[in-house]
């Protein structure tokens, strides 16, 4: 149901089409190439729904269509003002075309009535080219935002990479971590099981944080590193709120799911197979290259895919240490949900997101095949 | 066989072998085994057989004393290069690998060409007659087959011996039944030497040529299945190997072969055959096997008692009677089923036993 409602917000055109439903009707008679501007109805049925619009509704509306051109906004709220004063005094103009251009100029301008065209369906796609930088010019057509406007296809580079590079790192350190916790005797395996657990009890924002106080240039790793003379005191690393704190510290936090599953397959399989390895010839090395790394393959992609997919929609961690260029496509949605309130691009981005998702366990069902995962 | 005439081809000499430096799981273990024997190592879970089985494999190493293998010290060789095939409890076979590419796992290592592999692979498959499964996972095969498989991939790469760490245990009994045969022509074949280890010992019995029976980490006796069952040299043997009535008591007189036993309880006196005692006035176990109890009649005059029957057990071919004599009712006697068995529950009855078929042995601890 969440999925359902958020996939219909994301092409949700309709809450405009409830404030101004007469003037887009007017507004498809126009004809753009004999007329400059729209015809004089569309000004009076426009003149019309904000005199008697609903205050909370033509709010709404105008986040919409800000979204759409930038400026909507104030040309509204200010004509809004002039036409309540109007109709408080009674006084209806006679051309309402150009009681709204002496209101505001803009109104004479085309530009924002082609923009008002984008909004005329119930449904649309501007979200989704939002969400890969793309936009509508002023014929309609899908065109790249301005460049100081791109943000959203560099961030969803960002965060398939740093996807992919915290999972090959968890998997490097996870990897020896798991065999030692299904290999080592009982009280020494249980030890580093709860090392392994640790983490999960501590809040997430308080070791996120501690990330923080160790990675930062007046933090404690550089500082004994300067005190051990590896760094002068101007080298200082910088390692927090950039993509390497990002990829420290979301390594460090997903790495339990990548052990975890490792773990619970490889103590599965059972120490003779290794013996049995050697007996026919192998060497160790040759032993765990052809014997027991396969074994292991449904733990790893379990592992893997957990990761991954739990990295790819991170928010918290890259939002605290990852600065302005650590940040992942999580934070941009989080950012759109609570602070511009455009539930529509949010619904985009995460819509993208579930897609990207379902696409990559096609590929993985295809290669691996999700029967050979294996969580426990 | 012979042991003292053949030249030896694995020895154990002198071996210890302690997991924690305190407990030794193996006391001064001195074994040798001929070429082409099939030799099983007997004894309970905890014996020491399995620790000797995995030091002459290579994965444990003894604490004192050295193995030789074909007169070469091989405690420093690492158990790749050991050319010993083995058959592991559980199998071990790979499950991410087909029976063919389990097979050709050893042949690979030892980068063999793969006409050659391919060859070798077939002949072992044809060898445990599971040709046509060459394509399947392990998985997909029933225990026994799985059994068979793990026997062509300990083989097929001939390796000089070949160790079995019971490999039957997980099978139900006809098919063990079975295995046992098979495993028992295949050895006599190819004339491998095969060292064998198992807790069961009808198994024991059926396919060695010499059997070691351990306990508490010594070898309690090493020789052929009859002798183990007919002479047992002590009571652990005695009452591991096959079924046996014991009954306790203090020697009275003894002469060469034979000596006089008061029972505990003062049911009587036993002349026994004299094998594993200490002198007049000790303490003795006395060992008699149920189908050399005669029943109804007082034989040569020696050892004859009377019984009362217990409990009648109808076994087919045989019947089986429990019997409380000199104070044990825990007393078995097996009569072979000709027909002519007539007493029923509650019946007095004379028996006899000759007695060089009870033997006088130490106490158990």
Same mark, same amino acid.
């Given at each position: 149901m969440p999925i359902g409602d958020m996939l219909l917000r994301s092409v949700d055109d309709s809450q405009i089409n409830t404030v101004f439903p007469n003037t887009f009707k007017e507004y498809e008679k126009w004809d753009k190439e004999k007329d400059e501007l729209p015809p004089e109805e569309v000004f009076k049925s426009l003149f019309e729904e904000l005199a008697y619009g609903e205050k909370v509704q033509v709010g709404r509306a105008l986040t919409r269509m800000n979204y759409s051109k930038s400026g909507w906004k104030s040309l509204i709220k200010k004509t809004s003002r002039a036409i309540k004063k109007a109709v408080k005094k009674n006084e209806f103009p006679d051309s309402y075309k150009d009681f709204l251009i002496t209101t505001?100029?803009?109104?004479?301008?085309?530009t924002f009535w082609y923009a008002m065209g984008q909004m005329l369906n119930n449904q649309t796609p501007i979200y989704y080219y939002n969400a890969i930088d793309m936009t509508y010019d002023q014929d309609q057509n899908v065109v790249r935002q301005e460049e100081n406007r791109r943000v959203y296809v560099q961030t969803w580079i960002k965060t398939f990479k740093v996807s992919v590079y915290v999972t090959f790192f968890c998997l490097i350190l996870g990897f020896p971590v798991a065999h030692l916790l299904a290999n080592l005797p009982l009280r020494y395996s249980n030890l580093l099981m709860i090392f392994v657990l640790l983490p999960f009890w501590t809040s997430l924002l308080v070791r996120t944080t501690a990330w923080i106080v160790m990675l930062q240039q007046q933090g404690v790793i550089n500082g004994v590193l300067v005190w051990m003379g590896i760094l002068n005191d101007d080298g200082r690393l910088s390692m927090v709120y950039n993509e390497t704190g990002t990829l420290i510290a979301m390594t460090q936090i997903l790495l339990p799911f990548m052990i975890l599953p490792l773990y619970s397959v490889m103590r599965v399989i059972p120490k003779s197979h290794m013996r049995a390895a050697q007996n026919l010839g192998a060497k160790p090395a040759m032993a765990f290259w052809k014997v027991y790394l396969p074994q292991t393959i449904p733990g790893m992609s379990a592992g893997g895919l957990l990761v991954f997919v739990l990295a790819i929609g991170y928010f918290i961690t890259p939002e605290l240490v990852g600065g302005k260029d650590g940040k992942l496509i999580g934070s941009w949605i989080a950012y759109h949900l609570?602070?511009?309130?455009n539930w529509g691009l949010c619904a985009a981005l995460g819509a993208i997101l579930l897609g990207v998702m379902l696409v990559f366990y096609w590929l993985y069902n295809k290669i691996v095949g999700i029967d050979n995962i294996k969580l426990g | 066989m012979n042991s003292d005439t053949a030249k030896s081809f694995v020895k154990f000499e002198k071996i210890d072998k302690s997991y924690d430096g305190e407990?030794?799981?193996?006391?001064?273990l001195n074994l040798d085994i001929a070429k082409g024997e099939f030799v099983t190592m007997l004894g309970p879970s905890g014996s020491g057989k399995t620790t000797t089985l995995m030091m002459l494999a290579g994965f444990e190493t003894p604490t004192n004393g050295e193995i030789f293998l074909d007169g070469m010290p091989i405690s420093k060789i690492p158990p790749y290069e050991r050319e010993i095939g083995m058959v592991f409890q559980n199998y071990a076979? @790979?499950?991410?690998?087909t029976v063919q590419e389990n097979l050709a796992f050893p042949l690979e290592v030892r980068k063999m060409s793969k006409e050659e592999t391919k060859t070798k692979v077939q002949k072992a498959l044809d060898m445990v007659e599971?040709?046509? @499964?060459?394509?399947? @996972?392990?998985?997909?095969?029933?225990g026994g087959q799985q059994q068979r498989v793990a026997l062509a991939r300990a083989l097929v790469f001939e390796p000089r011996l070949v160790l079995m760490d019971?490999? #039957?245990?997980? #099978?139900?009994k006809n098919l063990r039944e079975q295995m046992q045969y098979e495993i028992k022509h295949i050895h006599d074949r190819i004339g491998i030497t095969v060292v064998y280890v198992t807790h069961d010992q009808s198994e024991a019995l059926t396919m060695s040529n010499r059997i070691a029976v351990f306990n508490d980490g010594l070898v309690q006796q090493l020789s052929t299945p009859d002798i183990l069952y007919e002479k047992p040299e002590n009571s652990f043997v005695a009452q591991f190997i096959g079924e046996n009535n014991r009954m306790t008591g203090t020697i009275k007189s003894m002469d060469n072969n034979y000596c006089s036993v008061d029972l505990d309880n003062g049911a009587g006196t036993v002349k026994a055959l004299k094998v594993n005692v200490g002198g007049t006035g000790d303490k003795t176990q006395l060992s008699v096997r149920p189908e050399r109890v005669s029943l109804g009649s007082e034989g040569n005059g020696e050892n004859v008692f009377t019984g009362k029957v217990e409990e009648l057990i109808y076994l087919g071919d045989h019947i089986r009677v429990r019997l409380d004599v000199c104070g044990n009712n825990e007393f078995i006697v097996k009569v072979p089923n000709e027909g002519s068995f007539n007493y029923s529950e509650g019946d007095s009855i004379k028996l006899n036993w000759n007695p060089d078929d009870i033997r006088a042995l130490d106490l158990p601890n």
């Open positions: 505001n100029e803009n109104w004479a301008d085309p609570k602070t511009t309130l | 407990v030794l799981v193996v006391k001064n076979l @790979f499950p991410h690998m599971l040709g046509e @499964f060459g394509t399947r @996972f392990p998985a997909q095969l029933s019971e490999p #039957l245990g997980a #099978l139900d």
